[in-house]
């Protein structure tokens, strides 16, 4: 058992490892945007694209206890901003609904299930913000490894990492202010129906993104 304890603790981040890391995220004026915090650690499973790429490639070949600043351009983050992504819509698209500067909402667009963010609102016309709230962002992320493992077969079909009582257990969840009642708040489903919402746009935020669960 102590040979097994001493493998596991210097197991290196590598593909089909399941990490778990505590991280602050700053943006370039060292105001912290996010933190792991009291969520406790983030687990990912690395090479699946769970977290931006930029994080990625900084926690490759780390072990355990290993600390880190990481910066991500906005290349290997979420993207620059683009004002392609703005669109005009009549304030009677939102029906009964009382638009607000700032509220976030999914919607379909050309690109996909998007993110999109009320940016102004003049008189009857509203303005979209497809961009990610942090695209055109710099980021400096102070990370810590806590543990790495290897994956399991199942984790790797799945492309994220499983809890403890299975897919999507407890505690995973970060962010998502859509994570109440979303993906991943039924019991029973730890094969097949858990974890079949998409949500492509949300999914890489903290390996559980903004607004999902990590389970796509
Ligand atoms: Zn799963």
């Given at each position: 058992m102590a040979v097994n304890s001493t493998l596991l603790n210097t197991m290196r981040v590598a593909k089909e490892t399941v990490v778990a890391i505590e991280y602050t995220l700053k943006d370039d004026q060292g105001?912290?945007?996010?933190?792991s915090g009291e969520r406790g650690p983030m687990e990912y499973l690395h090479g699946a694209q769970n977290i931006i790429p930029g994080l990625e490639q900084g926690v490759e070949g780390l072990v355990a206890g290993d600390t880190k600043n990481v910066l991500v351009p906005p290349q290997l983050g979420y993207g620059e901003y683009s004002e392609k992504l703005l669109q005009l819509v009549p304030l009677t698209a939102f029906g009964a609904n009382t638009p607000q500067v700032g509220m976030r909402f999914h919607a379909e667009t050309n690109l996909g299930m998007r993110v999109l963010t009320i940016k102004k609102i003049d008189g009857e016309e509203v303005t979209l913000d497809g961009?990610?709230?942090?695209?055109g962002k710099t980021l400096h992320f102070d990370i810590k490894v806590v543990s790495v493992r290897a994956a399991e077969p199942t984790e790797l079909a799945h492309g994220h990492p499983h809890q403890s009582g299975g897919c999507c257990g407890g505690g995973g969840c970060g962010s998502g202010e859509s994570s109440e009642g979303g993906c991943c708040s039924t019991e029973e489903g730890s094969e097949g129906g858990c974890c079949s919402t998409e949500e492509p746009a949300a999914q890489k935020q903290g390996g559980c993104g903004s607004g999902g669960c990590g389970c796509s």
């Open positions: 105001n912290i945007i996010d933190a961009n990610h709230e942090l695209a």
